[in-house]
């Protein structure tokens, strides 16, 4: 492990998060999956960073931990600033709001913030890297959590939507889940 994961490690280790169960795993090994996951898919660095903390300040499914949103500078502190904004994204969803979404293109998405209850505005580049994060922390668990069919047609869409390698890997995962079944 680099320094930098080391670092990303210690602090959830230092917030006593490392260990709590997530999808028959610890958190920490689900965040180091993403993170890999995003980084053979030859993200960013930003993106790889900010997929390592997706749910940090809990999501609308994630809610045995969520670090306050009054920490959020820490968090920028570490990972970046934009990487920063794409975990809040993720955390601050209304999943449904961007299932949505998923039907059109546009240059402007509105998804729905739980936290500020209201739209907000992400830019096409945002809306993608938000969806690159999203499938792929889906595709890490639903290997091991068996939920093949919750919002199936969302991720669909989104592996769709970004082509490529994000599509290779959605259709290697739901391969397993045509044996499974």
Known sequence: MNDKLKRFANFFKKLGIAQINHSE????????????????????????DAGMFHSIYGTEIFQKFALPLARRSEVRELIGQ??????????????????SSLKRVQL????????????????????????????????ETVGRNKNWHVRSDAFRRMAERLGGIAQQSYNKVFSQARRVN
Not at 27 to 33: A, F, N, T
Not at 111 to 137: A, G
């Open 108 to 139: 402007i998405y509105a998804l729905e913030d739980r936290f500020l209850q209201q739209e907000t505005e992400v830019s096409e580049k945002d809306y993608d890297d938000l969806c690159r994060i999203h499938l792929c922390d889906w595709l």
């Open 25 to 48: 795993n610890t958190y920490l090994s689900h965040v180091l999956g993403v993170y890999r996951d995003l980084k053979s898919w030859e993200c960013s660095e930003e993106l790889c």
């Open 82 to 99: 934009r990487a920063e904004l794409l975990a809040y994204l993720n955390c601050s969803l209304v999943r449904s709001s961007l299932d």
